[in-house]
């Protein structure tokens, strides 16, 4: 069980890394190519007729994937915390928390299946690169599957500690 369970935290480190990698690496890229594009604007030195379909690829994948990163670590802001406080009993606070994380699980089930619907049926390509519309919208189903794993991992945990002895009785 206990390897189990490192294998587990090795695999959370490494998707969270690899998410923020991608949405550092999209920051920066779009920093640079917003600031270009503004300069070319004032010296119109090259054309950068390009630049409508790298942003919209960099700015789908940084939010997206920062999006997933932030379900990893429940990093939303959420208005729930100040119900849960008013809560006294700690089974029900899990049960509240587990209530909660059914609705974020539906959430994230949904978009995950529209998004990848969508990415499934685009066809059609970018105009000046040709990179397939589906490259651009396949973050969404990506992320919406992380979400609806780390959803689920949360209602598990939520249960877990339900059903643990000595957490005052429900």
């Known amino acids: 069980m206990e390897k189990m369970m490192h294998a587990m935290a090795f ?3 490494a998707i969270l890394g690899a998410l923020k990698v991608v949405t ?3 920051f920066v890229f779009l920093t640079i190519l917003i600031a270009a594009n503004v300069i070319v604007r004032f010296f119109p030195v090259v054309s950068l007729h390009w630049f ?5 690829l960099l700015y ?3 939010v997206f ?3 997933a990163a932030l379900w990893i670590l429940r990093g939303h802001i959420s208005v729930g915390d100040w119900i849960e406080k008013s809560i006294e009993n700690p089974r029900r606070q899990h049960l509240y928390r587990m209530f909660i994380e059914f609705l974020v699980l539906f959430f994230a089930a949904v978009f995950f299946y529209y998004s990848l619907r969508l990415t499934m049926l685009a066809l059609d390509v ?11 919208y396949s973050c969404m189903p990506i992320a919406g ?3 609806v794993i780390y959803s689920l991992r949360n209602i598990i945990v939520e249960v877990i500690q339900i059903g643990k002895p000595g957490e005052g009785g429900a």
């Open 65 to 67: 994937y920062g999006a």
């Open 60 to 62: 789908a994948y940084l």
């Open 145 to 147: 599957a992380i979400m």
């Open 52 to 56: 409508d379909e790298i942003v919209e």
């Open 24 to 26: 550092i690496v999209s």
């Open 11 to 13: 695999a959370d480190k």
């Open 126 to 136: 970018t105009n000046v690169f040709a990179i397939p519309k589906r490259v651009l």
